[in-house]
T-cell receptor, first 115, second 110 residues
């Protein structure tokens, strides 16, 4: 009955590889997000989708590509992984796009380590 | 631009009150939030306050909002070891996103 679930929880991979992180929410929310949290715990938004449509696309390398097959899923594909991509990636969802009264619901994170 | 600032660390003794402070820049913010992140876990919404309120209380948590000074605080009464976490302040910014502070790590001393 997890609200926002992301897989895998841990991902260790070599430089240059391509990997995907999956996210699913069963809350019926309209908007989903990907955040990157660095080693200093700073949160940086990467992408946001509302009803499968991209609404936020912050300055991230184009090696990162989000895919939203339906409004309950937002996956993140990363090509040609680099050492600097090592971080914790959080998926989140929210009900209102403009109101955000209830804030975001976060997944438990995917810790990506590039070696 | 939009910015949220908070100190990085706070150390308190078990049983004392913790007060975590935050300043924000967008005076038109409608909602402000406090999130808690325990080690190895995602962020969990603790509480939020609407901009037309000065105070909100929920059990051991008290949120104070000073709109004039753009200052938000979270008070945790009778701090317990289970309150050890990073606490993030966030405001609703433009473009449908939340603007996040850097997080305050709350350290509990026995």
């Amino acid at each position: 009955d997890t609200a926002v679930s992301q897989t895998p929880k841990y991902l260790v991979t070599q430089m240059g590889n391509d990997k995907s992180i999956k996210c699913e929410q069963n809350l019926g929310h309209d908007t989903m997000y990907w955040y990157k949290q660095d080693s200093k715990k700073f949160l940086k938004i990467m992408f946001s989708y509302n009803n499968k449509e991209l609404i936020i696309n912050e300055t991230v390398p184009n090696r990162f590509s989000p895919k939203s097959p339906d409004k309950a899923h937002l996956n993140l594909h990363i090509n040609s992984l680099e050492l600097g991509d090592s971080a914790v990636y959080f998926c989140a969802s929210s009900q209102e796009v403009t109101g955000l009264r209830r804030g975001y619901t976060f997944g438990s994170g995917t810790r990506l380590t590039v070696v | 631009g939009e910015d949220v600032e908070q100190s990085l660390f706070l150390s308190v003794r078990e049983g004392d009150s913790s007060v975590i402070n935050c300043t924000y820049t967008d005076s038109s913010s409608t909602y402000l939030y406090w999130y808690k992140q325990e080690p190895g876990a995602g962020l969990q919404l603790l509480t939020y306050i609407f901009s037309n309120m000065d105070m909100k209380q929920d059990q051991r948590l008290t949120v104070l909002l000073n709109k004039k000074d753009k200052h938000l605080s979270l008070r945790i009464a009778d701090t317990q070891t289970g309150d050890s976490a990073i606490y993030f302040c966030a405001e609703k910014g433009s473009n449908y996103q939340l603007i996040w502070g850097a997080g305050t790590k709350l350290i509990i001393k026995p």
